[in-house]
């Protein structure tokens, strides 16, 4: 079973401020202006293989900031009691106040060429210059040399010293992205022109609902009669909770039943790649569970134009990125039936994410965008996180919502960021200015009525000699990402809300910092969402197949489809929700997702082979609902750094917003 909201592991960039001087001949090193944290922590000497081929391709971007203090004008916009609440700026009066200047565009497009590389997209907002060339040519540029590193059983390259760009260069550069091959961590290896997704089949015994199927009740296939756990038998796993099964059990299905279904709204999907069989997979899934057929314009599918011209690095994953777009457009569909939906993928599984994030902004392509990707940490050099940042900043103030997973590793204290302080949440969910959704346990009943939600965050037994080992609640198998930040001081509309213990937990600064998640939505696998899907079976057979799924990359798309009822029933955009969000805190426009007052569990059994029976199953195990023993982060009342402040709790969700 997939658990997406993918692991992206760090991408050198980095931020600089250069003297305003005019630029001529190439500079000494002593004139040069050293770009720090350039070179990616996995680039070790240890670790070299030897040096880049020089006459590989290379292609980033140079980026510029903001030429104001768009951060207070985005702020002001979206803060209840504001006196410019609501007063959005268009993407045109965004441009005209705060974007870089066209004659320091030119400046950086004139040096680039000058050092021979091909120029090309720069967007509307003029944010950065993308570029491609040789690494030899990024060698004498950037003033560095390229080595090639072993790392994660692949081969990468990275630059082997700081880079630093020539003095006269504009004041206004702020990062350079893209030079090193971190993004190729993301997945498996694969070709651009990959085949549909391997098959995955969930394997019976499940349930059609929480506890219809228990392991008193119910033996394994293969006739293991699963022992107790806690005290008393466990139910199987949910098969995957259906469309209506969440309307009900969230409390919308008789809004959306009512018109309440999103109709008006726009909800941006991005991604990497394109399934090719998306509108067919979901029309399919639609009328196999009561939906709605996407018809007309409702689904349209974007490639952020700058794509580069030479050929990219194959070391890609699109096969891993077709189920990602399946859920994400399926669960926004699901909640949000009537919406339109626009699917941005990302011609690759990292380098152009940025790009893709960009364009849905500097274009105002929707209202809501949902993102279901993020880094293992927050700790990133700040060249990557400050250009993305002024990204949602512009969202913020041209009044789009941006929504990201807030990962799927809980705290990292496993040990995924091993080469950062432990104890952190995920970047972009960290990020002041998104709504980062965090992740639920959901008990949906036999009438689709809510029976408890708590937060994800899993342990597993398996079952060995008749016994659970480890003990129940056993090893630590993912969980809802949260923390606190050791980047982004508190932002207003959490004080007062985000308990001190929180909002100082990591004790890095004295003062409290921001804290992830904000709210929440159904994340775990073992309570999971059934998606339909094109897959590619072991017998050579390509067919559509459901089965069950989760991650937060499940809780983002959710969340956003209803903040889609929310913003039709009210008759306006929210924009950057997250005031508007935390000031219905504590209410019951939200539940409060607590501890379960005893241990739960449910257990599950696998296909061998993942599609069926011939290989045989795999040994039942145990998934602890809440084992959170050996996190830093933890549900309690109130918020908390696992679900944020809650999850929506139906029309009172729908109304309160309003």
Known sequence: MRTPAFRLLVLATTAVTTAGLLFGAPASASDRTPLPGSVPGWAKSATRAGAANAADNVAFRVYLGWAGDAAAVASRVSTPGSADYGRFLTAAQFRQRFAPSQNDVTAVQQWLRQAGFDVGYTPGNRRYVQAEGTVAQAAAAFGTSFGEFKVGGKTLRAPEKELSLPAGLPAGISAVVGLDESFALVQPSAGPAASPSPAFVNAPPCSAYYGEKSTATTPTPDGIHVPDAYGHPNPWAPCGYTPSQLRSAYGVQQAIAGGNDGTGQTVAIIDAYASP???????????????????????????????????????????????????????????????????????????DLDAAMNHVVDQHLASIVTNSYGFSTELLPTGYVKPFNDTLIEAAATGIGVYFSSGDNADETDGIAANYPNATPDWPASSPWVTAVGGTSLGVGAGGEYLFETGWETGRSVLTNGTWVPAPPGEFFGGAGGGTSRLFPQPAYQAGVVPNAIATANGARPQPMRAVPDVAALADPNTGFLVGQTQAFPDGSVRYSEYRIGGTSLASPLFAAFVALAQQRAGSTFGFANPRLYAKAGTSAFHDVRQPPAPMAVARVNYNNSVDASAGYSAPSLRSLDADAVLTIHVRDGYDDVTGIGTPNGTAFLTALG
């Open 277 to 351: 069989t998306i509108l067919a997979d979901v029309n399919t899934y639609s009328s196999r569970h009561g939906l709605p057929q996407l018809s007309g314009n409702q689904l349209t599918q974007v490639t952020p134009p700058g794509v580069y011209r030479r050929p990219q690095n194959p070391k890609q994953d699109p096969q891993g990125w077709y189920g990602e777009e399946t859920l994400d457009v399926e669960a926004v569909h699901s909640i949000a039936p009537g919406a339109n939906i626009v699917y941005v993928g990302s011609p690759n599984n990292y380098q």
